[in-house]
């Protein structure tokens, strides 16, 4: 341990419940070991992961069921609150060091009001939720902007132009949802001008979400992209104030930059002629 900077904690599925129960604990336990100073006085921050933390509370179900307690709604323990709650509220920082957790949560049924991801969701300062519809839609990453929440998105944390077009993006897309179940019934030529420009450049803010990731591109055949935050904005804004609506949609899937999005457009567009 003196030498590694990492540390794997493990409780298979095949092992008792018991000691899968206690695995995140003593993960945990030993996370804070190392933001403490590891009896050396000197704190560290710590990277903490969790993977699969619904492992976590299916574990203390499994427990529960076994000392014959009542379950609760959907079959959870009576106690899954307080048991996640004395776990996640030691995920904290010290005058020595911090702890910062990324944890894989995983969602019965997609139903984000189960019990179990709720209960987990009500510790998190954010949350990225992965959609199937999306990805069934070919965008990737597959992340759904309106079920995501983040603490930090504020205007004097990120400042008034970032928030002020997460906003914009955000009801425009809500818009778009709400939208949907008249377009699947009625068609789009059943929508008010103003509404099929709201799908119009909503369709191109979904694809626009996608992103080609350098790790990949043994899958896309597309060289990653890192994009600045600046320029995503810029981005966004632009397709909001309808700079990008004479471009096929097309033109906006798995592209880094806005400038990307407009180049592949304009290529899409020629060889249409």
Known sequence: LAES??????????????????????????????????????????????????RFTQAGSEVSALLGRMPSAVGYQPTLATEMGAMQE????????????????????????????????????????LSRKIAELGIYPAVDPLDSTSRILRADIVGEEHYNCAQRVKLTLQRYKELQDIIAILGMDELSDDDKLV???????????????????????????????????????????????????GAFNLVGSIEQAFEKGEKMMAEAK
């Open 90 to 129: 030691r995920i904290t920082s010290t005058k020595n060091g911090s702890i910062t957790s990324v944890q894989a949560v995983y969602v019965p049924a997609d139903d984000l009001t189960d019990p179990a991801p709720a209960t987990t969701f009500a510790h998190l300062d954010a949350t990225t939720v």
């Open 5 to 54: 900077k990492a540390t794997f904690v493990f409780g298979q599925m095949n092992e008792p419940p018991g000691a899968r129960a206690r695995v995140a604990l003593s993960g945990l336990t030993i996370a804070e070991y190392f933001r403490d100073g590891d009896g050396t006085g000197k704190g560290r921050d710590i990277l903490f992961f969790i993977d699969n933390i619904f």
């Open 199 to 249: 799908v119009h450049r909503a369709r191109r803010v979904q694809r626009f979400l996608s992103q080609p990731f350098h790790v990949a591109e043994a899958f896309t055949g597309l060289k990653g992209v890192l994009v600045d935050i600046k320029d995503t904005i810029k981005g966004f804004n632009m397709i909001m104030d309808g700079e990008g609506d004479h471009l096929p949609e």
